[in-house]
Structures are given as C-alpha cells and as structure tokens.
C-alpha cells in the first residue's frame, strides 16, 4: 500500500448516532473512518482493511466489544491492531481487567472528551504511519537488492566473455609472432601480418569501446558539436560499416529527406551510433539478409531508422536489450566478439544529443527496427563543421 494513502481506523458501536459523533470528533482529511454497528460487521470490514485502530463500544447486543477484541486477538490478521474501549460512564476495575485480557490497549470513558480521544487517537495513528513507511522503505530496499544482484550477475558474466574475448586475439597475436619468427617467405608473412593487424584492430576497439563506457558513466565525456548535414552523418556512417554489411553479402536500402536537414552534433559520435546500428544489423541477420537505413524529418526532429530482416529480438529482452553488459542468450553465435556494450553507448550517445532511442522487433526471427529521434536545427543553416573521418567498424 502506498505511505501517504488515508489511513483506515475502525469505529464500532451499536448506536448510529454515537458513531456519528465518534466520526465527527475524528473526521481528518488523511484517515478512512470505517464504521459497523455490531461485531459481525465490524469482522467483515477487517477481513477487507488493516486498520490503524480499533475503537470498540463495550456493550453491544449480540457480540458485545469484549468478545469482539478476543476473536481479533484470536486471528493472525487482527492480532496486533490496538484496541480503544469506549465505556459507558466510570468502569469499575473488575470489568477494566476483563478488557485489558482481552486485548485492549485503552480505556475511553463517555462522555468522551474530544481532545482525550483525539490524542489517544494520533498515537496509535502515527505509530501506523510509521509502520507503513518502514515496510515501504523494506519493499524498496529488496527491489534495490535484486536490481544489484542482477547488476552483480551480468558484471560476472561480462568478466567472463571478457577474458574469453581478450584471450582469442591475444593467442591469435602469440602464434601469429611465433609464426613469424620463423616465416622467412615474404607473401607468407604479409598474409600473417595482415591477420595479426586485424587482430590488433579488434582488441584496441574493444579496449576502445570499454574506455569510452566508463568516460560516458562518469560523465567525462563532452560532445564536440558543430552544425552537420543529417546525410554527411548517415554516409559517413554507411561508409563506416560497408565492409561489414558487404562481408556478409547483405543488401542495403537507403532513404533520406530530399530538404537538407541540419544537426547540432558531435558529428563524429552520431556516425558512431549510427554505424554501430548498422554493424549490429549486419551480425544479427543471417548471410544476404536486407538492412535499411531510413531517415525522416518533420517539425519535431529527425527519426533515423535501422531495420534488418534478421534473427529479432524476444519482447522480453527489447527493454533491457540498451542496459551495458545484455546480450540475448542465444546471440552469442553471431556477436563476432561483441561484449553487449554497444548499445548502451549508443543509448548514451543519444541522449547525450538530446535525444531518444527505442527498438521494436516481433520477436525470433522476424527482425528488428531501432528507431533515433534527435532535435534539429530549424530554418536555414549557413556555416558547417569540418566534416570529420569516421572510423571504420
Ligand atoms: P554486442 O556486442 O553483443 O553486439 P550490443 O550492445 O551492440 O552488444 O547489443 C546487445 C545485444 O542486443 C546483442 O548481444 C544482441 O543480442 C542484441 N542485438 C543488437 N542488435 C540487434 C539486431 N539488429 N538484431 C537482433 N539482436 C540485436
């Protein structure tokens, strides 16, 4: 239950207008007054309510109030509400100490004094309030604790592909040095040269990419931004990613605004994710699979949108598919090395641009779309930024 709801408090007596005036001394704007004329109703409306405090009159016909608080005390779920006698005139000790047995916490003599009643109340009313809020902080508490178990578990099993990742290379390079220790043939040994620099390639971008996570976590990275061009952006990027999309025999489909549309961005980052999208749907779809790069413009911004035609995304991933270390169990095949932080640097990047980044697929096998908005500059834009190389992916 929420921590600020109105609390609920029980008034139970056989005379309506005595529970009238019960409400009337008690009426607040944070409490609920349940109100039941006998014991029976008073047992359903507990069934329903876990109330703050019950205020029982003594002498009802039927179930009077003392039986009334033994079968309370008697339940697991009533046990421990606090009990307020309401008594008619001085009650004498002997009935007093029957009340106490049977549960109460407190005697109420009528006529009742207001501001008696009131103060007897806000105790046990504030002791509730109190309550709700520590078993709210618990509820928080546990939903934090299994946040970080999960963090831990994903962190241990990156560790792992990670020593897995770095070791392939680095044996590639060992052997590749040994090899050529001992290659005297010239073509040989370009031919192991040109593995072993391809290997080196792969290990500083992942030394690269691990870098830039920790620089964008602790806020270190700043934007070079400039006024860009969307399409320079989206060519660079194309041209980033053309030898992995043309490795796995892929085709790719371009469609960009016919009006120029200006950016304000880090030209370099923003070739980056988009490169980084496309490199993704290049691994994630089986040989000669269609990629699509689309772009659009209106009043709002620039949507940029890279689909694939490959293995998908289960619905159950796609909300965690952009938090660092997350990769779809059964991927690993085609992750070509990839370590699942990607698109938590893209996802950085974006917002880093002001903008948003989602992802929608139907799930195994039926493809995936990642969707970029970004903000554009509106109107007519004269000088642009030195358009910058893109690294090749
Ligand atoms: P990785 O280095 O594993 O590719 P990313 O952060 O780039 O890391 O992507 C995280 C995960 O998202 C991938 O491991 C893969 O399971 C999934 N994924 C990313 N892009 C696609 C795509 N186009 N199609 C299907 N799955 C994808």
Known sequence: MAANAPVPVLLVDDLSA???????????????????????????????????????????????????????????????????????GSSDSQRQFRGYEAGAVDFIAKPIEPHVLRSKANVFIDLYCQRRQIAAQRDELAVSAAALREADRAKDQF????????????AALMSGLDLLNRQRAPEQAEMIRGQMERMLFHLARLVEDLLDVSRISEGKVSLKTGRFALKDVLLSAVEGSRHNIDAAGHGLTMEMPEAPVWLEADYTRLAQVVANLLNNAAKYTPAGGEIRLFASADEAGVEIRVSDNGVGIPADMQARIFEIFTQVENHRAHAQGGLGIGLALVRRLVLLHGGSISVASEGQGKGSTFTVRLPIIHGQVEEIGPVPPVPKG
């Open 18 to 88: 005595n529970l009238l005036a019960l409400e009337g001394l008690l009426q607040r704007d944070d409490l609920v007054l349940l109100k039941a004329q006998s014991g029976e109703e008073a047992l359903e409306l507990l069934l329903q309510n876990d109330v703050a405090l019950a205020l029982l009159d003594v002498q009802m016909p039927g179930m009077d109030g003392f039986e009334l608080a033994e079968i309370m005390r008697g339940s697991e779920r009533t046990r421990h509400v606090p009990i307020i006698f309401v008594t008619a």
């Open 159 to 170: 560790l792992a592909v990670l020593a897995h990742e770095l070791r392939n290379p680095v």
